[in-house]
């Protein structure tokens, strides 16, 4: 491995520019809004940089929203075919009325 | 003219036909051809009825050709091909033979002028998709494959029970407008809604695709789900119901999208996102709308194939296509790479690449109609989809922390398919007239005025932002190896689970009346035992029934004895 090609994003410094890259062009964008005469629909796109806002806004709110989702969705990965104790623990929380191992039993 | 009309999905039956009896250069030369070759007669057609019969009192049309089918013609012949191209290094008879039959049934579907021939193309596309499901042979494919296929036909079963009351009620199977006054137009709804992946019944297509093989997938993702759309945008035009249906669907997927591991289910989400700004535009239901709906159809079989090609490579040369393994990729893969970051622009509809020309009708209609809820649901799936699909599939699978995979390019052909879908995702972007005039209606609408460029550009920007700041703040949520639960969860294990409790009460109860029969009957025989004991005291309580035979005989003795003596 040390003796490797430096490829273009091992750099941090690419990293930063590219990042750099993004900034200004979000800037431009807004700053674009008071040059370009738009023509609207709705009144929503009146407001002083609704789509920036919205964009941003909504997928803030979505990483939580979901991130928020993994506390109850989340099982292991072999969920299945091979249930971990966490996800039959896990299961029994959700509904009390599953995965009460050994209560029928075989018949005799 | 010198040729014979034939239906489109006859060259590929009999080319599936075909390849069961060649092998090597000769098979892939055929494979490539039947598309080519069907696509140059299919431009040839006229519009019209081509082919037109009586069956039982009814006419049937199996081979319609009009602006709405012939667009979807065209791209399933695209897609085909594409397809096939990507496929080219396979050695494995079961899969080309279903995806050649697979598509045929697309295009079968499409052109069918009557319900019972899109019923008969309907299942067709289930029993033949499901081989390449089935043709990854695992355990976990083949499990998956049965649910999609109990799924899919139970989505033509509720189809032919529609088409029945629909013939009896109207008198004609005729497939054209077919609306919602009747229990017949809600029955076709729920069977066409079930391969569109509609919310509740969407699970089939997020359990299977990502269980398919590599190249199998890429033939699912064009074919089932636009089927779909194509028969509600021909029977339901402007059905209300379908805007809020639709806007659910682009919303709701993201969610999951976003803690998806699999990178190959996050596209299937993805899917769903996608065509849901389909049904909406369905459900809108004026010429731009159907325009955009349609023209997104097309758009998306193509961007989509890209994406799961991509993402195919990805697995077919690491093995490997969870976001939490991979990683670091560009440094060896780097023209999938490229590749890949052309088709998430076009899905996220940045200007330029295709997404944008035909998923901005949508909006406008929807703003225009007055839905103005629908709309912002919409911007805010549009900036949801940039954020998994635009953003996640390329960054965990070629960028973010190096995993230490050094796997290179896939082969050639697999490039070549890419390089194609690519080259036409970006084609359509710039040139979008091309695509316009294809398109059902004319509307003379022109993507690129300033406001919706400058729009659409600060949205996505943003979101890009938005990504970055939550990822440089630690808030955005890592790759883990997981399940996600989704509606799925309640047939793949509450109902079952459900089901065994039901039986082991169930055998509970049983052996518990059976054990007290049983106590019951012990006690009875007991009682007349013991009553019998205290009735017979001479002969039979100590003697076996021998010792009674033996006196009988011994009395019988006697009595023949005494008669000799007299």
């Known amino acids: 491995m040390k003796d490797e090609k430096k490829y273009l994003f091992d750099n941090p410094k690419n990293v930063k520019r590219l990042l750099h890259i993004l900034y200004v062009?979000?800037?431009?964008?807004?700053?674009?809004?008071?040059?370009?005469?738009?023509?609207?629909?709705?009144?929503?796109?009146?407001?002083w940089a609704f789509y920036p806002l919205y964009g941003f806004i909504s997928c803030v709110v979505l990483v939580i929203v979901a991130t928020w989702m993994r506390t109850f969705l989340m099982r292991s990965e072999d969920y299945y075919y091979n249930p971990t104790e966490t996800d039959i623990n896990n299961d029994s929380l959700n509904n009390n009325a599953l995965n009460k191992e050994g209560e029928h039993h075989v018949d005799d | 003219m010198w040729m014979i009309e034939l239906p489109p999905f006859i060259p590929f039956f009999l080319g599936a036909l075909i390849l069961l009896f060649t092998r090597g250069m000769l098979r892939s030369a055929i494979m490539i051809a039947i598309p080519i070759v069907s696509a140059i007669h299919l431009s040839m057609i006229p519009e019209g009825i081509h082919l037109q019969f009586t069956f039982l009192d009814y006419q049937l049309a199996p081979y319609r050709v009009d602006k709405l089918s012939i667009m979807f013609g065209y791209v399933f012949h695209i897609a085909a091909l594409i397809g096939i191209i990507y496929s080219l290094h396979l050695r494995d008879t079961m899969q080309q033979v279903s995806a050649m039959l697979y598509a045929g049934s697309a295009l079968g579907a499409v052109f069918a002028g009557d319900l019972l021939t899109l019923f008969i193309?309907?299942?067709?596309?289930?029993?033949?998709?499901?081989?390449?499901?089935?043709?990854?042979?695992?355990?976990?494919?083949?499990?998956?494959?049965?649910?999609?296929?109990?799924?899919?036909?139970?989505?033509?079963?509720?189809?032919?029970?529609?088409?029945?009351?629909?013939?009896?009620?109207?008198?004609?199977?005729?497939?054209?407008?077919?609306?919602?006054?009747?229990?017949?137009?809600?029955?076709i709804l729920i069977a066409?809604?079930?391969?569109?992946?509609?919310?509740?019944?969407?699970?089939?297509?997020?359990?299977?695709?990502?269980?398919?093989?590599?190249?199998?997938?890429?033939?699912?993702?064009?074919?089932t789900t636009k089927v779909a759309v194509y028969a509600l945008a021909r029977a339901y035009p402007g059905a209300e119901i379908l805007i809020y249906i639709g806007a659910a669907m682009t919303c709701f997927p993201i969610f999951f999208a976003v803690i998806e591991n699999d990178l190959r289910r996050v596209l299937a989400y993805s899917l769903i996102n996608q065509v849901g700004f389909m049904v909406v535009g369905i459900g809108i239901g004026t010429a731009l709308a159907i325009n955009g709906a349609v023209s997104h159809a097309f758009n998306d079989v193509i961007f989509k194939g890209l994406l799961f090609m991509s993402m195919g490579a990805v697995l077919h040369m690491t093995g490997r296509i969870n976001g939490s393994d991979l990683g670091g990729l560009y440094k060896t893969m780097p023209k999938t790479t490229i590749l890949c970051i052309v088709g998430a622009a076009s899905?996220?509809?940045?200007?330029?690449?295709?997404?944008?020309?035909?998923?901005?009708?949508?909006?406008?209609?929807?703003?225009?109609?007055?839905?103005?809820?629908?709309?912002?649901?919409?911007?805010?799936?549009s900036a949801g989809v940039f954020h998994h699909a635009g953003i996640k599939i390329p960054y965990f699978a070629f960028f973010a922390h190096d995993s230490g995979i050094r796997a290179n390019d896939p082969p050639n052909n697999m490039l070549l398919a890419m390089a194609i879908a690519a080259a036409l995702c970006i084609a359509i972007g710039i040139y979008p007239q091309a695509l316009y005039s294809l398109l059902p209606y004319d509307t003379g609408y022109n993507p690129y005025d300033a406001t919706h460029v400058l729009a659409q550009t600060q949205?996505?920007?943003?979101?890009?932002?938005?990504?970055?700041?939550?990822?440089?703040?630690?808030?955005?949520?890592?790759?883990?190896?997981?399940?996600?639960?989704?509606?799925?969860?309640i047939y793949r294990r509450a109902i079952p689970n459900a089901l065994q409790q039901m039986f082991s009460a169930i055998w509970q109860a049983d052996r518990a009346l059976w054990d007290s029969l049983k106590l019951r009957l012990n006690i009875y025989l007991s009682y007349f035992s013991g009553k019998n004991n205290r009735l017979s005291i001479l002969l039979s309580r100590n003697y076996p029934s021998g010792s009674m035979a033996m006196w009988v005989a011994v009395v019988l003795a006697t009595y023949l004895f005494l008669s000799f003596i007299e």
């Open chain 2, 121 to 187: 193309f309907w299942e067709l596309l289930a029993f033949t998709s499901v081989f390449l499901i089935w043709a990854r042979r695992t355990q976990r494919s083949y499990d998956a494959g049965m649910r999609y296929l109990i799924i899919q036909v139970l989505s033509g079963v509720i189809l032919l029970v529609g088409t029945l009351f629909y013939a009896y009620e109207n008198k004609t199977l005729a497939f054209d407008y077919i609306g919602l006054d009747s229990v017949a137009g809600w029955l």
């Open chain 2, 347 to 381: 899905i996220s509809a940045f200007p330029l690449f295709s997404g944008f020309v035909s998923k901005s009708m949508v909006m406008s209609a929807a703003i225009e109609e007055g839905f103005d809820w629908i709309w912002l649901m919409l911007l805010f799936a």
């Open chain 1, 25 to 47: 062009c979000c800037a431009l964008l807004v700053v674009l809004d008071f040059v370009i005469h738009r023509h609207t629909m709705h009144d929503l796109e009146k407001l």
């Open chain 2, 459 to 489: 949205l996505l920007c943003f979101s890009a932002l938005a990504f970055v700041w939550l990822n440089l703040k630690g808030l955005y949520p890592p790759e883990l190896r997981s399940t996600n639960l989704d509606l799925d969860w």
């Open chain 2, 192 to 223: 066409f809604g079930i391969k569109c992946a509609f919310p509740i019944a969407h699970n089939w297509l997020t359990d299977t695709y990502p269980e398919a093989t590599v190249t199998g997938t890429v033939f699912l993702s064009a074919f």
